[in-house]
């Protein structure tokens, strides 16, 4: 079975510019999560839905990051415009039913590099 | 202000000993602990959990221990191989708290 997939893998962008990350969860699973990670942070909540809805966004830095759910197979992150101190590994999961104690199955991430 | 760390950025042991691996909480409302595993280049996966009503689960050459007490939990992998070598991420969540909180991850290098 196909795990969770996310496109690109590597993005490199000048500053100023719109940056949009793809994934695809698993089929069949409720919740989807994004993540970012940084030496400084570490892995750290961004937003997360459940049946496509947009249950917490507190995660996401500013209004500069905006994120969507159209359908159970696909979501978007976007960063608009971008800043270097975006760059960062950006993961996306998906989990069964989406409850706090449900395993987070995680994309291979996106490394995100702006200039 | 962190509310699960994890002290130790990173750790090497000698392959066939013991790696612990260390992880402090600050929320009392945390009452489901999770360890997830992450190789480069590869998101992170679930290794193993814990849930508040005990103080031990083990599963193969991994045991992780909580005490709640002292808001504390360590991974115990025995014994430690090269293949164990990652980044460990120590996470906490719970019945009432809607979300997983993660910690910022300790590198693991197991010594051949």
């Known amino acids: 079975d196909a795990g969770v997939i996310q496109s690109p893998r590597h993005e490199v962008t000048e500053m100023g510019q719109e940056v949009t990350l793809r994934c695809k969860p698993i089929?069949?699973?409720?919740?989807l999560f994004w993540y970012r990670q940084t030496m400084m942070r570490g892995l750290e909540l961004l937003i997360y839905?459940?049946?496509?809805?947009?249950?917490?966004d507190s995660g996401m830095p500013e209004d500069r990051f905006s994120a969507k759910m159209p359908n159970a197979s696909f979501s978007t992150l976007k960063i608009q415009p971008s800043e270097p101190r975006d760059s960062a590994v950006y993961f996306c999961?998906?989990?069964?039913?989406?409850?706090?104690?449900?395993?987070?199955?995680f994309g291979p991430g996106t490394r995100l590099t702006v200039l | 202000d962190q509310q699960v760390k994890q002290n130790s950025p990173s750790l090497s042991v000698q392959e066939g000993r013991i790696s612990i691996l260390n992880c402090d909480y600050t929320?009392?409302?945390?009452?489901?602990f999770l360890w997830y595993k992450k190789y480069p280049a590869e998101g992170p996966t679930f290794l193993i959990s814990?849930?508040?009503?005990?103080d031990k689960n083990e599963d193969g050459r991994f045991t992780v221990f909580l005490n709640k007490s002292a808001k504390h939990l360590s991974l115990h992998i025995v014994p430690s191989q090269p293949g164990d070598s990652a980044v460990y991420f120590c996470?906490?969540?719970?019945?009432?708290?809607?979300?997983?909180?993660f910690g910022p991850g300790t590198s693991l290098s197991v010594i051949p």
């Open positions: 996470a906490a969540s719970g019945t009432s708290y809607d979300k997983v909180i």
């Open positions: 089929s069949g699973h409720n919740s």
């Open positions: 999961a998906s989990s069964p039913w989406g409850g706090s104690t449900d395993t987070q199955y």
């Open positions: 839905f459940n049946n496509n809805v947009p249950i917490d």
């Open positions: 814990i849930s508040s009503i005990k």
């Open positions: 929320n009392s409302m945390f009452d489901y």
